[in-house]
DNA sequence: CGCCTCATTGATTCTACTCAATTCGGGTGG
DNA sequence: CCACCCGAATTGAGTAGAATCAATGAGGCG
């Protein structure tokens, strides 16, 4: 199950700069140490678990990010959800993982084997209904809201869970973004180019977004 | 909170022919009754729990069918769930609903108040990844699929969580299913043309769909 | 019978996709 | 240090699919 993750991470640059400082601080979040765990290294895109397998285990992002996904059977991909440290994530209702977990970058996940279950069953349920209101918020997004709107419900987004103003850093590639978002790589290069163009985000390069004007972008969305 | 809710059901005509019968069967599902509850009756439309409103129960549906969406500022809909006899909804992740529920039609539902997520938390936590997995699966849907793939995804889906094999009752309305697909009622009203023209299916009338070759849609799914 | 709402069908527009061509940035090796 | 290479990102031109605008048709109810 693990086999692409390396078991003696080589940490010659696993921290950039400041966001991931910034991430590394708000990993103690709801699942306490104290159980029974594991903690894994993965380097960029290697997978975590995939879809059909037994689900034997609950994991929390410490530092980099994690893309959840399935695909169609011609190769279309949706990505469900992306998990930036202290987020939870794998949990499975039927016994069976139905989408593919991946590291974005390099990434480390602590891995809480089953059946912690019955001990922190609490803090389970509060990280499973925060994956579904997530997933609830992004179906709005997709379903309903144009180009424009997504990119920038995306940016603010990625804003609110950095602790940073306005320096976004994006740890996924474009065609991530818009497997997440339902667009073409084009399309989410375009929306990107028009907001510059019309002075709301600065791309300072390819992962790292600018937020010049929140209130702009925030009022596009809703 | 419950001001649109009959307290006395005039149970004249609510159960039609088949179909409704085959999901009383199905009621008595994850949820049991001895927990503290009410059986409140609702007339189409009418509202269960609003946006914003503080979550103090869970429902279970009885009969009937029931809405959850949210409302973009201009008034787009995005209806992210329907939820049919049997089915739990209603949790929320901060003590806050972030969507709209409504009956599709008359429905009639089990409200558990909390704090019942002491005794029965397994059943809570079963039922709101059900909750996740069904909206992770629609976002596949509504991000990568095109009009006539999301149409068959959610006739087979109606198919597969109604009993009766081939003939499926349809408890929303066209801008209902449109809204829920992230499609215009045109393009839903269109789609259904096409597939009847191609022989995949019979449409009884506007609310019954006889599925004609199941194998054809479900290959177009995945 | 007429009204009203919902659904269907048609004509046109427009957004985002597709296909294609550069450009950019990071890494390697001379 | 610079030239080169390769994959990712950007930009452009043309197209396809769904939205929009508009008209017609089908039920349900007073």
Not at 42 to 48: L, R, S
Not at 106 to 114: E, H, N, P
Not at 129 to 148: K, P
Request: with cysteine.
């Amino acid at each position: 199950m693990f086999a692409q993750a390396a078991t003696a991470p080589k940490l010659t640059v696993p921290f950039g700069a400041g966001q991931l400082h910034a991430e590394v601080r708000r990993a103690p979040a709801s699942f306490s140490p104290d159980q029974p765990h594991q903690v894994m290294f993965y380097e960029a895109n290697a997978e975590i678990y995939a879809q059909g397998e037994q689900a034997t285990a609950l994991y929390l992002v410490e530092f980099g990010a994690v893309r959840l996904y399935r695909l169609l059977a011609d190769g279309r991909r949706q990505i469900s959800a992306f998990h930036v440290a202290g987020e939870v994530f794998g949990f499975e209702a039927d016994g069976q993982h139905h989408f593919f977990a991946e590291a974005v970058g390099q990434a480390c996940i602590r891995v809480f084997r089953k059946p912690a279950g019955e001990t922190n069953w609490r803090q389970t349920l509060a990280a499973a209904l925060a994956a579904l209101v997530r997933a609830q918020e992004h179906l709005l997004v997709i379903g309903r809201q144009n180009a424009a709107e997504r990119v920038a419900a995306f940016l603010l987004d990625m804003m609110e869970r950095q602790n940073s103003d306005c320096a976004v850093q994006l740890p996924m590639s474009r065609t991530d973004i818009g497997d997440y978002l339902g667009l073409t790589i084009e399309t989410v290069s375009r929306t990107f180019s028009k907001f510059r163009s019309r002075g709301l985000v600065r791309l300072v390069n390819t992962r790292t977004v600018e937020i010049l004007d929140a209130a702009t972008l925030r009022a596009m969305c809703d």
